[in-house]
């Protein structure tokens, strides 16, 4: 599996966002790194990416659907929540998280239209693509037996043991806690705006005896420690950790999980792993479809350049076929027919060429000989010879005639060298 890129946005939009690495198994690799939104987009690479909004932007419930709704339950969530939505529901996105085994509770995510489609705005203008969008809130850790809370900045977010994080302002701490003692704390995630229900809420919650885990960073712990402390006897223990990088490390932890609600559904999907896939290698298909181009033109362009010299190889044959061949007009098929006639001379042992064998054979014979001139004529070789005396060309002579050739001297005169002649020779039955 991929690493995780974490992206978490601020409550104030002005502010820097903040972002870490992690493994697949939600270890941190670095530190936490901030600034805009463009810096963390060189990370995005190869990564899978985890996008946090604010979680005061998120409500988080569990209503009770039946099991059996089926295809019905996108549309019969809304209307399960409809008394603790202040927004018309056309406003409002709806993502729904994985049902506990057949327990009729589904875990949901709630958040208007207008700051998710915002948030999408900023991911999309730094080049970034999230994979996955939870609210911070949702990913802080869950313990089957001790409530979990965590103190930074302005808010504070509890969840009780089996219930959906609640989250409310700084100043909100000591209700805060309250949720953290009771039981069967309301499945809600509450605003600035809902104090009051808060209240509410925390005071129908029953009193316990359960640890509390407390996640905070120092100058918070500063602030409200002594809070914590004057709570500290309703509980069954309060552990604090204090968080020095901030509690992105703390909330990559729970990616594995895959517990959290991924707001990114329907039409807010993200595009299929195919899809995404088909972009990234799009740029390599066009240049590899470019490559295929020149590569078929300069194979054109390279048959043409053959052709041309095809044709001049022809018109080169058959030039050649009418100078070898004088009165045969038709040249087709000149190569084949040149070949058959080269070779029937060859085979005969007639002709010039068979002649020129035998001059040479006689040659070696007779030694002292030399070839002064060649003469061939009408299929007669006329030869001028020079040998040490007569007695040596008249061998010369009887070396053709017992080769099967005639032959006869014709001339013949003393010569400072020797003895000159001349011997014509002719195929026997030309």
């Known amino acids: 599996?991929?690493?995780?890129?974490?992206?978490?946005?601020?409550?104030?939009?002005?502010?820097?966002?903040?972002?870490?690495?992690?493994?697949?198994?939600?270890?941190?690799?670095?530190?936490?790194?901030?600034?805009?939104?463009?810096?963390?987009?060189?990370?995005?690479a190869s990564r899978r990416v985890c996008v946090l909004v604010p979680g005061t932007d998120v409500l988080l419930a569990e209503p009770d659907v039946p099991v059996k709704a089926g295809a019905k339950l996108q549309q019969l969530v809304p209307y399960a929540?409809?008394?603790?939505?202040?927004?018309?529901?056309?406003?409002?996105?709806?993502?729904?998280?994985?049902?506990?085994?057949?327990?009729?509770?589904?875990?949901?995510?709630?958040?208007?239209?207008?700051?998710?489609?915002q948030w999408l705005a900023q991911l999309r203008t730094a080049g970034i693509r999230a994979d996955v969008m939870y609210a911070d809130s949702d990913l802080?850790?869950?313990?089957?037996?001790?409530?979990?809370?965590?103190?930074?900045?302005?808010?504070?977010v509890v969840r009780a043991p089996g219930a959906a994080p609640v989250s409310l302002?700084?100043?909100?701490?000591?209700?805060?806690?309250?949720?953290?003692?009771?039981?069967?704390?309301?499945?809600?995630?509450?605003?600035?705006?809902?104090?009051e229900t808060v209240r509410e809420a925390a005071?129908?919650?029953?009193?316990?005896?359960?640890?509390?885990?407390?996640?905070?960073?120092?100058?918070?712990?500063?602030?409200?420690?002594?809070?914590?402390?004057?709570?500290?006897?309703?509980?069954?223990?309060?552990?604090?950790?204090?968080?020095?990088?901030?509690p992105l490390a703390l909330f990559a932890r729970e990616l594995p999980g895959g517990h959290a609600v991924n707001l990114l559904q329907g039409s807010y999907a993200p595009a299929s792993s195919g899809s995404a896939g088909w972009q990234a290698w799009r740029v390599a298909a066009m240049l590899l479809?470019?490559?295929?181009?020149?590569?078929?033109?300069?194979?054109?362009?390279?048959?043409?350049?053959?052709?041309?010299?095809?044709?001049?190889?022809?018109a080169s044959i058959r030039d050649t076929f009418h100078t070898a061949m004088p009165g045969?007009?038709?040249?087709?098929?000149?190569?084949?027919?040149?070949?058959?006639?080269?070779?029937?001379?060859?085979?005969?042992?007639?002709?010039?060429?068979?002649?020129?064998?035998?001059?040479?054979?006689?040659?070696a014979q007779v030694p002292g000989t030399q070839v002064q001139a060649l003469n061939y004529h009408g299929g007669a070789l006329e030869m001028k010879l020079s040998a040490a005396d007569a007695a040596s060309l008249d061998r010369v002579s009887q070396s053709f005639r017992n080769a099967g050739w005639q032959a006869s001297l014709t001339s013949g005169s003393n010569a400072a060298a020797g003895y000159e002649g001349r011997i014509e020779v002719r195929a026997n039955g030309s």
């Open 140 to 156: 802080l850790p869950r313990n089957p037996g001790q409530a979990v809370a965590l103190l930074e900045d302005d808010a504070v």
């Open 289 to 314: 479809g470019a490559l295929l181009l020149l590569h078929l033109a300069g194979r054109t362009v390279q048959l043409q350049v053959l052709k041309k010299h095809e044709r001049q190889v022809d």
């Open 81 to 117: 929540l409809e008394e603790q939505l202040a927004d018309d529901i056309e406003d409002l996105h709806f993502a729904l998280g994985r049902r506990a085994g057949e327990s009729g509770r589904i875990p949901v995510a709630v958040v208007a239209r207008k700051p998710l489609e």
């Open 169 to 195: 302002p700084a100043d909100a701490l000591d209700e805060a806690l309250q949720f953290a003692q009771g039981s069967g704390v309301p499945a809600v995630t509450l605003t600035d705006e809902s104090s």
């Open 328 to 363: 045969i007009p038709d040249a087709s098929d000149a190569r084949h027919r040149m070949e058959q006639r080269l070779g029937v001379t060859r085979g005969s042992g007639t002709g010039l060429l068979g002649a020129l064998q035998q001059v040479a054979q006689a040659s």
């Open 1 to 44: 599996m991929a690493d995780w890129l974490i992206i978490r946005l601020p409550r104030d939009p002005e502010a820097d966002a903040s972002w870490l690495t992690a493994d697949s198994d939600g270890n941190a690799l670095g530190t936490t790194q901030g600034g805009p939104l463009t810096l963390a987009a060189v990370l995005a």
């Open 203 to 246: 005071a129908a919650g029953v009193t316990g005896t359960r640890g509390l885990i407390l996640y905070t960073g120092a100058a918070e712990w500063q602030r409200c420690s002594a809070q914590v402390e004057a709570a500290r006897a309703h509980f069954d223990g309060i552990k604090v950790q204090l968080l020095a990088g901030g």
